[in-house]
């Protein structure tokens, strides 16, 4: 068995294909890294290469799109992981990509550094990726199917913590939050990392998820 993470980047621009494997093959974490333009020629190179780990998964192509590829893959193959990579954060594209099974959604001027921590936070660790500008709308669709909050069910949260909850409801970065709340950058992830181990979650989309669940912070908030 070959080690490090099976990846396969399905984009129908070539010189996106070729620039993520470049990345994605410059770090050892990763063995094979495949490319495919859409998500027709995505199941060929599965044929060729094996079941991936994590498909990095582009949404309008020919063919076969990637909410279509999508949901293929996930009921085939539903050990493989999808993140979605666009440029597109239109509503309908993100809830259909979520719904189709898309474990995180990530907009095309994610840096290479949130690129490839995302990918290997979803196959190591199960994490979830949503990105900044498309958080809101998630959470939304998250909220609709929530059932109502219990204040049994609440974790005990500080003013100072709530705060902390809607700057990543918001989806503000670890410096953005940093400079709202006074605090350095450092402080900030070391905070955020103690609060989401007390609630029991493992990351910011799950926190902020799971404030709206328990009534701690309302859409209204963000």
């Not at 293929?72 to 993100?94: A, F, G, H, N």
């Not at 907009?107 to 660790?125: H, S």
Request: glycine residues 8%.
């Amino acid at each position: 068995m070959e080690a490090g993470i099976k990846l396969i980047i399905c984009d129908d621009q070539e010189i996106v294909r070729e620039g993520l494997k470049t990345i994605f093959d410059s770090d050892d974490s990763f063995g094979t890294v495949a490319t495919a333009e859409d998500g027709v020629d995505l199941f060929h190179k599965i044929d060729s290469v094996g079941i991936p780990d994590l498909v990095l998964m582009d949404l309008k192509m020919p063919r076969k799109n990637g909410i279509q590829a999508t949901r293929q893959l996930r009921s085939t193959y539903p050990e493989s992981k999808v993140l979605i990579l666009t440029t597109y954060d239109d509503d309908q594209w993100v809830m259909d990509s979520i719904r189709a099974g898309a474990s995180g959604y990530l907009l095309k001027d994610t840096t290479r550094i949130d690129l490839i921590d995302a990918v290997k936070g979803t196959i190591l660790m199960g994490q979830t990726f949503i990105d900044p500008s498309v958080a809101g709308k998630v959470l939304a669709m998250a909220a609709g199917t929530m059932p109502r909050p219990t204040a049994t069910s609440a974790p005990d949260i500080k003013p100072r913590e709530k705060q902390l909850l809607i700057l990543i409801a918001r989806g503000l970065s670890n410096a953005d939050i940093a400079g709202k709340l006074y605090l350095s950058e450092g402080t900030v992830r070391n905070y955020a990392s103690a609060l989401f181990s007390r609630m029991g979650v493992a990351d910011r989309t799950q926190a902020a998820v799971a404030a709206l669940r328990y009534g701690i912070i309302s859409l209204d908030d963000i």
